[in-house]
């Protein structure tokens, strides 16, 4: 796979705005487990039950415990190879913008500054009755009272049955209408409408990179697809980016 890797490097290295557009399997190989798929969250807990609207209307202590658990094991996860590979690409000019489904902080940690997350933040919370938003390092056992309007807070994230923000979906949308390159890691690319990303750039005669575990609807349309962990992949890359760099 190494003709591959030489391959992405020097895609990466000729494109004048790259970005990246990453989902839950980046993270996976970080311990916090994908949504969809084998071994997902969704096999555990039934989404109906635990990530709608009406299901925390309905059972908000329910799917208050839920979030408990996960919140806490997203905040003692930790950055793994892929997301600080994206993190040195974006320091190095390459990346303009990190475009990601997830809500955990990996990427920050990871060292991208340039983020749009579309689907919320795991460590936020916020009222749906007088918009009061909160950052928060750890999370109650018990769902806390808004300081503002006395009703639940909530999860800042995006339930089953909500729209993406707009103004971090428009953001998106702008930086794949600007991009040559889209690099695509982990992610089915069947969440939609963020899943329109990659399209967008293809469609705007970009190259897309793909790297993810096994074929994806996004696959069709990559110009490169590299399967494996994106761990071990991003990191050789990058050190190819690098060398490619130094020769120009």
């Known amino acids: 796979m190494s003709k591959e890797f030489e391959i992405a490097a020097k895609l990466l290295v000729k494109s004048k705005y790259a970005i990246a557009f990453t989902g839950a399997g980046i993270s996976a190989e970080s311990g ?14 039934d ?22 658990e996960f919140f ?3 905040k003692n996860s930790k950055p793994n190879k892929a997301h ?15 475009i990601t489904q997830n809500i955990d902080d990996l990427h920050e940690r990871g060292g991208t500054k340039n983020i749009i997350k579309l689907h919320g933040w795991y460590n936020r919370l916020r009222c749906d009755n007088c918009g009061y938003r909160t950052e928060i390092e750890e999370l109650p056992e018990e769902m806390p009272r808004c300081p503002e309007c006395g009703e639940n807070l909530r999860p800042d994230v995006v339930l089953f049955g909500e729209r993406l923000p707009s103004t971090e979906l428009d953001a998106a949308f702008i930086e794949a209408n600007k991009a040559d390159l889209v690099l695509v890691v ?5 969440v939609m409408p963020a899943a329109y990303i990659p399209w967008v ?4 005669n970009g190259k897309i990179i793909e790297i993810n ?3 994806t609807v996004i696959t069709s349309i990559a110009d490169l697809s590299l399967f494996g962990e994106a761990g071990e992949i991003l990191p050789k890359i990058v050190d190819l980016v690098k060398k490619a760099a130094n020769k120009l």
């Open 32 to 45: 916090i487990p994908t949504f969809r798929g084998r071994g997902g969250l969704w096999e555990k807990y």
């Open 47 to 68: 989404p109906n039950e635990f990530a709608t609207v009406s299901a925390l209307r309905k059972n908000p202590k329910k799917v208050w415990k839920f979030y408990v």
């Open 72 to 74: 806490n094991l997203m």
């Open 84 to 98: 600080i590979a994206i993190g040195e690409l974006e320091k190095m000019g390459i990346i303009k913008a990190v």
């Open 186 to 190: 982990g992610t089915s690319g069947v």
């Open 201 to 204: 750039v293809k469609n705007n």
């Open 213 to 215: 575990y096994e074929p």
